[in-house]
């Protein structure tokens, strides 16, 4: 059994930060990528951050700049510092990683956690 457990969301002020973590835990083999998603209200999920397993990262176009994404592989984190958070940054955001067990290679998700930025 593998699971992702986000935390770190809540409410901010625009123009705000906030740093979100992941904790992977469980009968783990080896930790691939790691990223973060994002959902608003009535849209469809997207990719906000991911980083390799190298360290590689890369950014959607709309927090390039602003988010940071980091890993530490020696505690199966992932985390993401949010910087000049804008109102349009409103969603639940979502771990996601590719793990590898002694039995399967996929991705799991974690439960999310709620990012709410407004006045």
């Known amino acids: 059994q593998v699971q992702l457990v986000e935390s770190g969301g809540g409410l901010v002020q625009p123009g705000g930060s906030l740093r979100l973590s992941c904790a992977a835990s469980g009968s783990i083999s080896k930790i691939h990528g790691m990223g973060w998603y994002r959902q608003a209200p009535g849209k469809q999920r997207e990719l906000v951050a991911h980083i390799s397993g190298g360290g590689t990262t890369m950014y959607a176009d709309s927090v390039q700049g602003r988010f940071t994404i980091s890993r530490d592989n020696a505690k199966n984190m992932v985390y993401l510092q949010m910087n000049s958070l804008k109102p349009e940054d409103t969603a639940v955001y979502y771990c996601?990683?590719?793990?590898?067990?002694?039995?399967?290679?996929?991705?799991?998700w974690g439960q999310g956690t709620q990012v709410t930025v407004s006045s």
């Open positions: 996601n990683s590719q793990i590898a067990t002694t039995m399967t290679l996929q991705d799991y």
